[in-house]
């Protein structure tokens, strides 16, 4: 069974873009540009918008933090449920460019997860979890997400877009335990690699 809402977290504005926790807005408007979709601002939520078919796309406009209010509203006007549902999160304890999918589980710490499990009351929805870390020994957690990566970062950024995008699309195809066994594992570093 596919997902019918998928939600990509991030923070609305300028000052946001292409941060590391927009990582789920990015992804979102890969998945939606390479379907020559477009998204658009709708009071209702408030939130960004595309539907493709019978998907609908979702970038909550309520900043990160309140995520919930915004995925609890289009639930409900679309009349689905939580298990039809798979957020896009930047994951901190991931190391860049790691993605992780999990059909329920905690919200680990991550303040858009807790809203959203907060206003669902469960757990029990699906979500990709993508790597922007490790945090680094001298950063607070805040200042960390909310800056831009870095230059020498960029490549491995854009692959994990890629990457995140062709998980995504194996997942509507296949369903999400094929797509945990075959993106759950981690990245070969080039030492780990056969010769």
């Known amino acids: ?17 292409n941060t590391r926790h927009n990582v789920g ?13 477009s998204f658009r601002e709708e009071k209702l939520g408030p939130g960004a918008w595309c539907r493709l078919g019978d998907i609908g796309f979702l970038k909550p406009l309520t900043y990160m933090n309140l995520s919930g209010k915004a995925v609890r509203v289009w639930l409900d ?8 549902l798979l957020v896009i999160v930047d994951d901190v304890s991931l190391p860049l460019g790691q993605l992780r999918f999990r059909g329920n589980g905690s919200h680990g710490g991550h303040n858009g997860l807790l809203s959203i499990q907060t206003e669902l009351g469960t757990e029990a929805y699906a979500r990709l979890r993508c790597g922007i870390g490790p945090l680094p020994t001298d950063y607070e957690l805040r200042n960390f997400v909310l800056n831009r990566f870095a230059a020498e970062e960029q490549a491995k950024v854009q692959e994990m877009i890629g990457a995140a995008t062709t998980a995504f699309q194996c997942c509507q195809l296949q369903g999400i335990e094929i797509a945990m066994q075959g993106f759950n594992s981690k990245p070969k570093e080039k030492s780990e690699e056969k010769k």
């Open 77 to 84: 006007w679309l009349k689905l449920s939580p298990q039809d």
């Open 1 to 17: 069974m596919s997902f019918r809402l998928v939600v990509g977290l991030g923070n609305p504005g300028r000052e946001y873009e």
């Open 25 to 37: 807005f990015r992804i979102l408007d890969a998945i939606v540009s390479g379907e020559s979709g």
